[in-house]
């Protein structure tokens, strides 16, 4: 029973940081249709900033966000702007082709600065560890649950009762009425995105402590935002979040209960079970 | 409609460029040899791409799993097993083409979109290197290490160097005259009817399910042919290298930059961007590792935002203003 409580409980700390950083994929899809395949070099991105300025000013990561965050947000709104603004309106499997070079430059760029060796941020609370009757929980990883559901809550009180808020869900369900009603959809879209990339800065701060990163990992990252996303019904708030849940604890149980390549396999099954029978993911009871 | 085809074999040009192709080995240094030959795996890989994702529309990111069959796979038969390489290459290309068939039949029986279709291939792509890695028989994490190539023909050895640049320059020409016989075959207009419109082409009674399995199936076993020959050449067969998503990336950035759904156009990319980013990494690779890649993904930027077609097209236009205006009008 230890097990499966450590599993659960392992599942449910990382599954709420996997909804965050695929809640920002999906606030851009709804909004302009764009999927980033880029998206986990972002995350790579932003984990490797946190690890030059520790570095540099020996910055905790929970401390370095101060400066990736508003970093990350301003690079998304250039990104979007000069490279993925001039393909809306073309096919749109050119927009992914273009996040695959982009996710190559990244990813490479990185390379370029710190080397392929895998390297270490280290925080003031990386070993600490609390200890629940039989279960082990590191610290790091409950600071990323719950400023992750804070974060999704917030988001969601954003969604829906600010006006900026109320703007992208104008956008999301009909750009073209939400333009006629004065919204500029350009602006909306150009926020959107620059927001997504922003969240993904303190993902990263959040996934950093007690992680080792290399350059390569950024495609492992997208395409686990990517299974979230799509489980969760491309752009149903909750339901990315719930997700984000599953894909964690299927993780983890694949780790701690199957051996070798088939527990990591483990996830990827269950999201091509999901795909498969329940092809618009786990929203298919709400009314959309 | 077949005359195209047959044109193409007819051609004097074809042909002398293939000759001219053929003795390059007794001009150029082994280095140039080498960057060409890597050029020709890809000329081959991105063709034999072209076939499912330019033609028929859909972007598959399964493409590593062929290659991956093609390569670790008859290598560990050859290894584990002592089982000839040539049977080797032909156990691979079926079982290539059967995984291709079941990937095809998932798209159509569950009606995925075009997104799905992209995710659910990176999923498989993504699960076989986790595979591959994990399982002792295919070489794990630390890979497969062949024979010493010592050209005997018979244990599909080819003799180094010159060897291996014509048997791939071969393989090359086929991948590209199996998309001129597909194009301008009655497969090749049903492909693109269902990349430009699927409902469409359904109701006019093209047989959806047929023509993507057999799309996807000659495309597999070529990429898995082409693997095989690849592990051959390269001596050791490196997971990291064959059945990485990354290299199906690569194939769909080359085909991309060339000309997506063009006879020449993925050719044309991969004759391009390899000895460009081979030069770079020869040049920078020990000072800046990665430089290459970073390359790529800026040209394929550059050249999706000047010319989301491709370069292909963009050369064609150019031809055509340079010829003057009387041949412009030709599509």
Not at chain 2, 32 to 54: D, K, M, P, Q, R
Not at chain 2, 245 to 260: D, N, Q, S, Y
Request: aromatic share 10%; proline share 4%; hydrophobic share 55%.
């Amino acid at each position: 029973m230890t097990e499966l409580y450590q599993a659960l409980a392992q599942g449910l700390l990382i599954g709420a940081t996997y909804g965050l950083l695929a809640l920002g994929m999906g606030l851009v899809y709804g909004v302009s249709g764009v999927v980033n395949f880029s998206h986990g070099d972002f995350i790579s991105l932003g984990m490797f900033m946190c690890l030059a300025l520790y570095s540099a000013f020996a910055m905790d990561p929970y401390v370095s966000i101060i400066i990736t965050v508003p970093l990350m947000t301003a690079i998304g709104a250039l990104v979007y702007i000069f490279l993925i603004r001039p393909m809306v309106g073309h096919q749109f499997l050119m927009v992914v082709q273009l996040t695959l070079g982009l996710s190559l430059v990244l990813q490479n760029g990185i390379l370029m600065v710190f080397g392929g060796e895998p390297a270490r941020t280290p925080s003031f609370v990386e070993s600490k560890l609390i200890i629940l009757g039989d279960v082990v929980l590191r610290v790091p990883r409950i600071v990323a649950f719950v400023v992750s559901f804070a974060l999704a809550i917030g988001l969601y009180i954003m969604l829906r009762s600010t006006d900026f808020g109320r703007s992208i869900r104008a956008v999301h369900q009909n750009a073209h009425a939400a333009a006629l009603m004065g919204i500029n959809v350009g602006r909306v879209q150009v926020l959107t995105f620059a927001l997504g990339i922003g969240i993904l800065a303190l993902a990263a701060a959040l996934l950093l402590p007690g992680t080792p990163i290399q350059p390569t990992q950024g495609l492992r990252y997208t395409v686990i935002t990517l299974l979230v996303v799509v489980l969760g019904g491309m752009t149903n708030f909750v339901g990315i979040m719930l997700g984000g849940l599953i894909i964690g604890i299927a993780e983890a149980f694949g780790t701690i209960y199957l051996d070798g390549p088939i527990g990591l396999l483990l996830p990827y099954i269950i999201f091509v079970a999901i795909m498969l029978f329940l092809p618009k993911g786990l929203t298919w009871s709400s009314a959309r | 409609m077949r005359d195209e085809f047959y044109k193409t074999l007819a051609s004097p040009i074809w042909w002398g460029a293939l000759v001219i192709a053929a003795i390059m080995p007794f001009v150029l240094s082994s280095y140039y040899v080498h960057i060409l030959t890597l050029a020709l795996v890809y000329v081959a890989l991105a063709s034999s791409w072209n076939i499912v994702g330019g033609m028929a529309g859909q972007i598959s990111l399964a493409h590593s799993l062929f290659i991956g069959i093609g390569s670790m796979f008859s290598a560990a038969l050859l290894l584990k097993l002592g089982i000839n390489m040539w049977l080797g290459l032909v156990i691979s290309a079926v079982i290539s083409g059967i995984l291709g068939a079941v990937i095809a039949w998932i798209d159509f029986r569950f009606q995925l979109g075009h997104l799905s279709f992209v995710l659910i291939t990176l999923a498989f792509a993504e699960m076989g290197s986790i595979v591959v890695e994990g399982w002792d028989f295919l070489g794990g994490a630390s890979g497969l290490l062949l024979p010493k190539d010592t050209g005997n023909f018979l244990a599909f050895q080819f003799g180094g160097g010159h060897g291996a640049f014509w048997m791939m320059l071969g393989l090359a020409a086929i991948c590209v005259l199996v998309n001129v016989a597909i194009l301008n075959s009655p497969l090749g207009y049903y492909l693109r009817t269902i990349r430009d419109n699927e409902k469409a082409a359904q109701a006019i009674g093209v047989n959806v399910l047929r023509y993507k399995i057999t799309a996807m199936v000659i495309s597999a076993m070529l990429a898995s042919v082409v693997g095989t020959a690849y592990v051959r050449y390269l001596t050791f067969a490196d997971p990291y290298l064959l059945i990485s998503p990354v290299i199906t990336i690569e194939i769909v950035l080359f085909a991309t930059v060339g000309g997506l759904g063009r006879a020449y156009g993925p050719a044309l990319g991969a004759l391009l961007l390899v000895p460009l980013g081979e030069i770079l990494r020869g040049k920078l690779g020990s000072t800046l590792p990665g430089l290459h890649y970073f390359i790529y993904g800026l040209v394929v930027i550059s050249v999706i935002l000047v010319t989301p077609r491709g370069l292909l097209p963009l050369f064609e236009r150019l031809w055509a203003r340079w010829r003057g205006p009387a041949v412009a009008g030709k599509p």
